[in-house]
Structures are given as structure tokens and as C-alpha cells.
Nanobody, 120 residues
Framework: QVQLVESGGDLVQPGGSLTLSCVAS????????VEWHRRAPGKKREFLAQ????????FYVDSVKGRFTISRDKAKNAVYLQMNNLQPEDTAVYYC?????????????WGRGTLVNVSS
């Protein structure tokens, strides 16, 4: 019914760039806050960035601030994560997460992830 599909992960050299896509079906992504998270092998999930539903405000953790940019394309029902100057420590599976809060409660969805491997 509801799906979030990430794409764009690849093997890249240190200093390279990638743009990840999160395309939603079954929901209007513009009515959700959308976040990007990542999980390195053997480690817990790490929050990276968020774009707000109404205000469109952006938030980034320090580890990616200035290098990563989150954005929306409402016509394509998609959210993107542009990643620049990638480093080996950025190697992880990257996930998108959509959430909306109503009077009845919270509805949230996870994608299945896309692998980013930064290596020489």
C-alpha cells in the first residue's frame, strides 16, 4: 500500500558525490516530515537530516552539515539527499523516513535502504 523506495547508492571514491532519492507511493510525501538516516555495518542507526512538512525548514547533524543537502520535489512525490565530499566514514546503508502527526496519532514509514560505499 505505502512504499518508500530509496535509490542512488553506489561505490564512490573519497571526495566524490552522490544524490540519493526517496520516492513515495500511497502517501502524499509533501504532508510529511521526511528524514534521512544511515546505518553502518554492525552499528546502530544514525539520524542525518530532516525537512519539515509545512515550513520546509532543514536540519542536519554536525557530521554532514555543509556537505549534505536535503530537498523536496512535490511534483515527483520525492525527497533527495545530495551528498558531497564523501568520506569513508560515510559508508552505510541510507534510509528515508516519513512521518506525519495527527490528532489520532502518528503515522510513519521506512524505506528499505540504499547502500553507499566510499572507498579507494
Amino acid at each position: 500500500q505505502v512504499q518508500l523506495v530509496e535509490s542512488g547508492g553506489d561505490l564512490v571514491q573519497p571526495g566524490g558525490s552522490l544524490t540519493l532519492s526517496c520516492v513515495a507511493s500511497g502517501i502524499d510525501l509533501s504532508r510529511h516530515d521526511v528524514e534521512w538516516h544511515r546505518r553502518a555495518p554492525g552499528k546502530k542507526r544514525e539520524f542525518l537530516a530532516q525537512i519539515n512538512d509545512i515550513e520546509g525548514s532543514l536540519f542536519y547533524v554536525d557530521s554532514v552539515k555543509g556537505r549534505f543537502t536535503i530537498s523536496r520535489d512535490k511534483a515527483k512525490n520525492a525527497v533527495y539527499l545530495q551528498m558531497n565530499n564523501l568520506q569513508p566514514e560515510d559508508t552505510a546503508v541510507y534510509y528515508c523516513y516519513a512521518v506525519t502527526v495527527t490528532v489520532a496519532g502518528r503515522m510513519d514509514y521506512w524505506g528499505r535502504g540504499t547502500l553507499v560505499n566510499v572507498s579507494s
